[in-house]
């Protein structure tokens, strides 16, 4: 019993077949909608047609009935014989006086007469036109009658009737019938076929996207759904996914990348800890030693803690939490209390760092971070300059945008890195940034921070003659994303 009652849930479990079967419904309530108005107009029409037909044959009736008066029985010879002239005998005419007696009928056994009655309410004294449908007991066929009141030219008050049989518009209503059901039956066969042809098209770009996703893994993530260039909402569907697709296999990649950068940039200092570990232990060893070896190990401790705190930073920035709180700042005030911080610094190097331009900015962001993208910004400046360099700093605000330039007069950067420079864990040095204790992380932490606050982050460099970082900031933007 339940594999009789799945197999049905089964064939309707597709759209394909539940669209199918939707279609061959509607197509079939149109057509039997249709047949019901065209059956009711043409049974309207053929009795509108017969009482017209049995109105006028009344009216000829009564031409006989007048050129007879008084002579019934002369009447109804002369109305059997022409009638007995038809060939089909499916006219009949009787005459009835004021107390329905039957005067005259062309029929000789009329059982039609004994039927008739005049309509509800009925006056002799007025004339009146009444059509009536009565089937004789007997009979499988109706007739339809036309009575009319009239006074004949001997001043008798009658009723004249006619009567046609209905068998033949029976006949071809019957047909009718019949036709509509076969058109019905092929209906419904040429709407299921149809509709599954129409339907396997129409899905054929659905079908198309689920076996492309399904060859999609997190392997091979080049795949794309075809588009057919209808520009329908199943190709924009297509191209709204593929484009979403675009997006995942780049959010991958730079997460492949991002890992596999981390686990080598981590990998240096664990190597460096455990070798400085198994020296010390590979022979006895004096306390000045140990000393040094711990005291190395602690350098390589602050290197891995940094790198942490770096990774974590950039991970809560794609997570979108990158601004931990978003106060009023000062931004000329914090920008010029780290470039106190690193003077010392600067000038103990013979490094002149001056800041320039300071115009009053206040808006709404991390001050924290921001001191924290100033700083990283002047400590790759004051790492990457010689003696004799100048580092400089201002702060603008044009048509609502803050901008912090940082400009020295260093190395520079080399036009095929230059794109590079806000990429993890890129180095266009790695020797000397190693030396420095970098692990290509600041950058791409100053873009986060910026990015953040709503704003962007740019470099321009001339190698050997300098580097100009500029951070842009909206003003009146609330900072987030």
């Known amino acids: 019993m339940s594999s009789d009652t799945t197999q ?7 759209i394909g077949s539940r669209l199918t079967l939707w279609g061959a419904c509607i197509t079939l309530a149109v057509c039997a909608l249709l047949s019901v ?34 002579d019934d029985a002369g009447l109804q010879h002369a109305i059997r014989l022409e009638l007995g002239s038809r060939s089909h005998n499916d006219l009949a005419f009787r005459l009835f006086d004021e107390q329905r007696r039957l005067l005259v009928t062309s029929e000789s056994n009329d059982l039609i007469a004994a039927l008739w009655k005049p309509p509800d309410g009925w006056d002799h004294t007025e004339p009146y036109l009444v059509f009536q449908t009565v089937k004789p007991p007997g009979e499988t066929g109706a007739h339809r009658t036309c009575s009319l009141r009239v006074i004949t030219n001997d001043g008798r008050a009658c009723t004249a009737q006619a009567s046609y049989t209905l ?6 209503l019957a047909m009718f019938r019949r036709v509509c059901a076969i058109g019905l039956g092929l209906a419904a066969v040429l709407s299921l076929l149809s509709g599954r042809v129409l339907a396997q098209r129409s899905l054929r770009p659905v079908q198309a996207l689920t076996e492309t996703a399904d060859r999609i893994g997190a392997e091979s993530l080049a795949g794309r ?16 996914l593929n484009s979403m697709l675009e997006r995942i296999e780049q959010h991958v990649g730079r997460v492949q990348q991002f890992t596999a950068d981390a686990s080598h940039e981590l990998r240096s200092p664990l190597a460096a800890l455990r070798g400085s570990a198994e020296v010390a232990l590979s022979k006895p060893r004096t306390t000045d030693e140990l000393r040094q070896v711990l005291e190395e190990s602690i350098e390589h401790y602050d290197r891995l803690a940094h790198i942490a705190e770096d990774l974590l930073l950039l991970a809560r920035a ?3 939490h990158e601004v931990a709180c978003r106060d009023r700042v000062q931004l000329d ?7 106190d911080l690193y003077v010392p610094l600067a000038l103990d190097r013979g490094i002149d760092l001056v800041m320039e331009d300071r115009e009053k900015i206040s808006l709404q962001g991390d001050g924290a971070r921001l001191r924290q993208l100033v700083g990283n910004l002047l400590d790759n400046a004051v790492k990457f300059s010689s003696s004799g360099d100048r580092i400089t700093v201002s702060v603008t605000n044009e048509d609502g945008v803050a901008g912090i330039t940082i400009t020295d007069t260093g190395e520079g950067i080399a036009t095929e890195h230059l794109p590079h420079v806000f990429d993890r864990f890129y180095r266009v040095d790695k020797a000397r940034s190693t ?9 791409p932490i100053c873009r986060a921070i ?23 900031i909206p003003v009146d933007v609330r900072a987030g994303r």
């Open 225 to 240: 759904i075809p588009l057919t260039g209808t520009d329908d909402e199943l190709d924009r569907l297509a191209a709204t």
């Open 8 to 14: 049905p849930r089964r064939l309707f479990r597709t």
């Open 333 to 339: 005030d914090a920008v010029a209390s780290v470039v």
């Open 318 to 320: 794609d997570a979108g």
């Open 37 to 70: 108005v065209l059956y009711t107009g043409l049974l309207t029409s053929m009795r509108d047609t017969i009482d017209t037909f049995l109105e006028g044959e009344v009216h000829e009736f009564m031409v006989t009935v007048n050129d007879h008066p008084g």
């Open 167 to 172: 068998k033949r518009m029976d006949g071809a």
């Open 435 to 443: 030396k420095h204790g970098g692990a290509g992380l600041g950058l």
């Open 450 to 472: 910026a990015e953040a606050h709503g704003g962007t982050i740019t470099a321009s460099s001339t190698h050997g003659k300098g580097t100009s970082v500029t951070t842009s």
